[in-house]
């Protein structure tokens, strides 16, 4: 009996473990051929633009032919027409520069605070800042620009920034970096300050915690930078490295 219920289960196990042991042999499925087909197939249609996509780059902004003399004076944005009339290359060109100085939205529409700021640009005169041999850091609070020099030339900017608002004027004068740390802490407004850099006790350079054409703004005395030029002062100013604020934000 003990033989007999071995075989059996011997029995059971291979047929489990074989392959279709029991199942019926399938039919297998009739192909049917299918003729080439002797044209070629339509392609895929472009998607049409928007009137809203299309609207970016037509609209002639209020300050049109401000900004475009100011940009084809720039020379780094692209080429521009001064004619007060809005063009592919006109609106690619103030696309480049609204995204370089941290404009929102970039749209290529020439607008107040595209126009401000390249007004500010344009009249930032680096020979106003007094400064002496090797690098020095300008601060031009009256049109609200920063930019650096070393030995009398510019080395980077002119660029945008936000100094101190009223109550919190920035000072003007001479100083020196004193202080840097990659990423500081306020204690008094409890933010991080990327890219510290101070240079009259708590005052310095960092790059800005907010937008920075918010115009109704401003910092309590320090000098607010885009992340861009915030990363460019880091890399090259040191401890040591002159500050010359000079000028007058209306308003402080």
């Known amino acids: ?147 650096l020099m070393r030995n009398g030339k510019v080395v980077h900017g002119p660029t945008v920034t936000r100094t101190g608002m009223k109550d919190f004027a920035t000072p003007t004068g001479y100083y020196e970096v004193d202080w840097r740390s990659l990423k500081d802490w306020s204690k008094p407004y409890k933010v991080w300050l990327p890219y510290w850099q101070s240079f009259n006790g708590d005052i310095g350079f960092h790059e800005t915690t907010s937008y920075l054409h918010h115009v109704w703004l401003g910092s309590h005395g320090c000098v607010n930078l885009l992340p861009a030029d915030a990363r460019e002062y880091w890399d090259q100013m040191v401890e040591g490295t002159s500050v010359v604020v000079f000028g007058h934000r209306a308003g402080t």
Do not use: Y
């Open 1 to 147: 009996m003990r033989h007999v219920a071995l075989g059996a289960v011997l029995a059971i196990a291979l047929a489990a473990c074989s392959p279709s042991a029991a199942a019926e042999p399938q039919a297998r499925p009739t192909l049917t051929p299918v003729a080439p087909s002797l044209t070629e197939p339509s392609p895929t249609p472009s998607p049409t633009p928007t009137p809203e996509a299309k609207q970016a780059c037509e609209a002639i902004g209020k300050f049109q032919q401000e900004v475009e003399e100011a940009l084809a004076t720039m020379a780094d944005f692209g080429p521009v027409t001064v004619d007060g009339e809005q063009s592919d290359a006109d609106c690619a060109a103030i696309k480049n520069f609204q995204d370089r100085f941290g404009l929102r939205p970039v749209d290529g529409i020439a607008g107040a605070a595209t126009n401000s700021v390249a007004q500010r640009l344009l009249a930032s005169d680096p020979s106003r800042c007094d400064a002496g041999r090797g690098l020095t850091a300008c601060v031009d609070l009256t049109n609200q620009t920063t930019w």
